[in-house]
């Protein structure tokens, strides 16, 4: 069953905030909520993650609502290069289980 | 972050015969890696479960006998896929947990996958 809930794409123009939206409205309460994309012909890269308050970091923002319901990954400018698929996944934290991706957001950023 | 590595980054083989994916952590020690496969258009597809020393889990579909997994050491893992067909095409990505991380610590890697076609 799937755990989360994306729009399947998005578009963006460069240099604007792109907002990403994910539903996970059975989160548990020991369950994480983390941001991975994956560009074109590559791994997944690891964006940023959190359990229940705000997260910034060097490449995005995590909001997540105090219900922790949902959330949403927020790139302050992007670029041409942001451009990928972006998985919401919730795991719980330390279980050392696999991440199980979902079919996530496809965000294209043009020019 | 820490830098998981795979090898070959794209292997073309024909029919029949074996390929040998490795996967390795350059700069942690993952006592637990994970096998990825991810066909065109679609999102990746868990495999199996590679723990240090035992014996892979591999997830109900996937063939244990096709898809051979060793994890010798903390920090190789490799998938070795058995006379390769066809439909074995695809991309293949490995991951790698940390032992050490966890909770606010993102404790999974992943490498830059491996293109397979099978010919």
């Known amino acids: 069953d799937a755990k989360t809930t994306q729009p399947p794409s998005m578009d963006c123009a460069e240099g604007r905030a792109a907002n990403l939206p994910c539903n996970h409205s059975t989160i548990s309460g020991n369950e994480y909520v983390y941001w991975y994309r994956q560009i074109h012909s590559q791994g997944p890269q690891y964006i940023i993650h959190?359990?229940?308050n705000n997260e910034t970091n060097e490449m995005a923002s995590l909001i997540i609502t105090e219900d922790r319901k949902s959330s949403t990954l927020i790139l302050p400018h992007a670029t041409l290069r942001d451009t990928a698929v972006y998985y919401c996944?919730?795991?719980?934290?330390?279980?050392?289980?696999?991440?199980?991706f979902g079919k996530g957001t496809t965000l294209s950023v043009s020019s | 972050g820490a830098v998981v590595s795979q090898h070959p980054s794209w292997v073309i083989c024909k029919s029949g015969t074996s390929v040998k994916i490795e996967c390795r952590s350059l700069d942690f020690q993952a006592t637990t890696m994970f096998w990825y496969r991810q066909f065109p258009k679609q999102s990746l597809m868990l495999m199996a479960t590679s723990n240090e020393g035992s014996k892979a889990t591999y997830e109900q579909g996937v063939e244990k006998d096709k898809f051979l997994i060793n994890h010798a050491s903390l920090t190789l893992s490799t998938l070795t896929v058995t006379s390769a067909h066809p439909e074995d095409s695809s991309f293949y990505i490995c991951?790698?947990?940390?032992?050490?991380?966890?909770?606010?610590?993102?404790?999974?890697?992943f490498g830059p996958g491996t293109r397979l076609t099978v010919l």
């Open positions: 991951s790698a947990r940390d032992r050490l991380g966890g909770g606010t610590y993102n404790e999974q890697f």
């Open positions: 959190g359990l229940k």
């Open positions: 996944i919730v795991r719980v934290g330390q279980a050392g289980t696999a991440l199980i």
